[in-house]
């Protein structure tokens, strides 16, 4: 490929395209595939797959599923738009794209973020404004990558929901939540059941806790109180909600609830959460 070659559309062989290592989505639903491939087999490729050159190859930026279905009917040529872009740049358009058109499950979504953030120094504000998404979103998808490996296969392989993946992160060990997991598969447990499973064990765990209390208005110390249940799972439930140590103190006078964060990024996505 000269010079004149980039920035325009131009016909390679199909053979002479390799897909992205680091491309976000992992798997291929081999049913929208085919009717991909139906389409192409009628009317042709009429979108040309955006790539850079890679040595004696291109490399896919956005296009994989054209690129694959073409494969599937034959094709031996392509058009491709080539396009000098760095890795990072790559990596930018290969996520919004995939987020675009909807086309990323929960674990390729919440990885993407985390490369975008590990490897090319993204932070959660700057990735949130990139995607046009919230911060709070990216840092509740980012959530799911806590689970382990083998719930996170679950996921892939569309076994269980979003919404149960959320509810398992409310288990209390990694062995629970490959446990409830299994229930979800197995017996077919509703996002319900499984939030109702979560409080459960929460409840069966939780011991009540002694506070000091200083009674600042009258200068004294008051005798030590024992917070009723009520607040510790409300307690439990702020922690959830805002993904951070929440401690609620009550005294005579009324309490006093200390949220806790780790660094400015984290007090922002709090005071995001909060509403301020």
Do not use: C
């Amino acid at each position: 490929m000269d010079d004149g070659d980039k920035d325009r559309v131009i016909e390679v062989e199909i053979k002479d395209i390799k897909a992205r290592a680091d491309q976000p989505r992992r798997v291929f639903n081999s049913e929208a595939l085919q009717e991909l491939a139906d389409s192409l087999q009628e009317h042709g490729v009429l979108q040309p797959l955006l790539v850079r050159k890679r040595g004696k190859h291109y490399e896919i930026i956005a296009g994989e599923r054209r690129w694959r279905a073409a494969q599937m009917i034959g094709i031996e040529q392509i058009p491709v738009l080539v396009k000098e872009i760095d890795d990072i740049e790559a990596a930018e358009i290969s996520l919004i794209e995939n987020l675009q058109r909807e086309d990323l499950s929960l674990t390729e979504e919440a990885r993407a973020y985390r490369q975008m953030i590990e490897r090319y120094g993204y932070t959660q504000e700057l990735l949130s404004k990139k995607i046009g998404k919230s911060r709070t979103h990216v840092t509740n998808t980012m959530r799911i990558m806590n689970l382990p490996e083998a719930v996170l296969d679950m996921i892939d392989g569309g076994m269980i929901t979003a919404g149960h993946a959320r509810a398992l992160l409310s288990m209390g060990s990694a062995d629970q939540q490959i446990a409830v997991a299994k229930q979800i598969v197995e017996q077919g447990l509703s996002v319900r059941a499984v939030e109702e499973k979560a409080r459960q064990k929460k409840s069966s765990t939780r011991t009540v806790k002694k506070v000091e209390i200083i009674d600042l208005s009258e200068g004294n110390v008051s005798e030590s109180v024992r917070r009723g249940p009520e607040i510790i799972e409300l307690e439990e439930r702020m922690q959830e909600r805002w993904g951070t140590k929440v401690d609620i103190k009550p005294s005579q006078q009324g309490g006093k609830i200390t949220i806790s964060y780790y660094n400015d990024e984290d007090l922002s996505r709090i005071i995001d959460l909060l509403g301020l």
